[in-house]
């Protein structure tokens, strides 16, 4: 039958108040309510501190480190949903699509981008790929980098992430736009 069908979609209309309140400025921003958000709203109080967390860690680092994480975990997630919504983001805060296409291509030590970043990246592929084990160096290296408050902030993110790629492929979302670097897919 399909996820379309087994997980139904809720409109905007029957959103809980508090979880329509909550989205509101996102959905202005972007457009339309997203269908992640159309699925996950069937868990309101889990949703809503899901971005609440999401929200926190976001205020706890750079833009520029929240965009590797979330770059870093779409691409090699293959979670397209996400990934081109932190390109447009990322374009949008300035970072340009040389940068954009240089956090991509999972190339930290080849990539252009500064030496933070390329732990920051370094250690976020490191942990997917690597399920956190083993990862020791990687962490040390962004805790020199960045300080641990920052570093346990990226620890954070990459598993906000990281749920977000599983829940996205799970359910087979597709991406509601399209790839500002017009990808094909």
Same mark, same amino acid.
């Given at each position: 039958?399909?996820?379309?069908?087994?997980?139904?979609?809720?409109?905007? &209309?029957?959103?809980?108040?508090?979880?329509?309140?909550?989205?509101?400025?996102?959905?202005?921003?972007?457009? $339309?309510?997203?269908?992640?958000?159309?699925?996950?709203?069937?868990?309101?109080?889990?949703?809503?501190?899901?971005?609440?967390?999401?929200?926190?860690?976001?205020?706890?680092?750079?833009?520029?480190?929240?965009?590797?994480?979330?770059?870093? +975990?779409?691409?090699?997630?293959?979670?397209? $949903?996400?990934? $081109?919504?932190?390109?447009?983001?990322?374009?949008?805060?300035?970072?340009?699509?040389?940068?954009?296409?240089?956090?991509?291509?999972?190339?930290?030590?080849?990539?252009?981008? &500064?030496?933070?970043?390329?732990?920051?990246?370094?250690?976020?592929?490191?942990? +997917?790929?690597? @399920?956190?084990?083993?990862?020791?160096?990687?962490?040390?290296?962004?805790?020199?980098?960045?300080? @641990?408050?920052?570093?346990?902030? +990226?620890?954070?993110?990459?598993?906000? $992430?990281?749920? @977000?790629?599983?829940? +996205?492929?799970?359910?087979?979302?597709?991406?509601?736009?399209?790839?500002?670097?017009?990808?094909?897919?």
């Amino acid at each position: 039958m399909g996820t379309w069908f087994m997980i139904p979609r809720l409109s905007s &209309d029957a959103l809980r108040p508090d979880v329509a309140g909550m989205l509101r400025p996102r959905v202005e921003r972007l457009g $339309y309510l997203g269908e992640f958000f159309r699925c996950a709203a069937h868990q309101p109080a889990a949703l809503i501190s899901f971005m609440a967390f999401t929200d926190d860690l976001k205020q706890a680092l750079p833009d520029r480190m929240t965009e590797i994480v979330a770059l870093t +975990v779409s691409t090699e997630l293959g979670n397209a $949903y996400e990934r $081109y919504q932190h390109e447009r983001l990322s374009l949008k805060l300035g970072f340009g699509e040389p940068w954009v296409r240089a956090v991509e291509t999972l190339h930290p030590d080849s990539a252009p981008i &500064d030496d933070a970043e390329r732990r920051v990246q370094s250690l976020t592929l490191a942990v +997917v790929r690597r @399920h956190g084990h083993g990862t020791a160096n990687e962490l040390d290296a962004v805790v020199s980098a960045i300080g @641990h408050e920052q570093a346990i902030a +990226v620890l954070m993110l990459i598993g906000r $992430y990281v749920t @977000h790629a599983l829940m +996205v492929n799970a359910l087979e979302l597709k991406a509601p736009v399209a790839s500002p670097l017009e990808r094909t897919e």
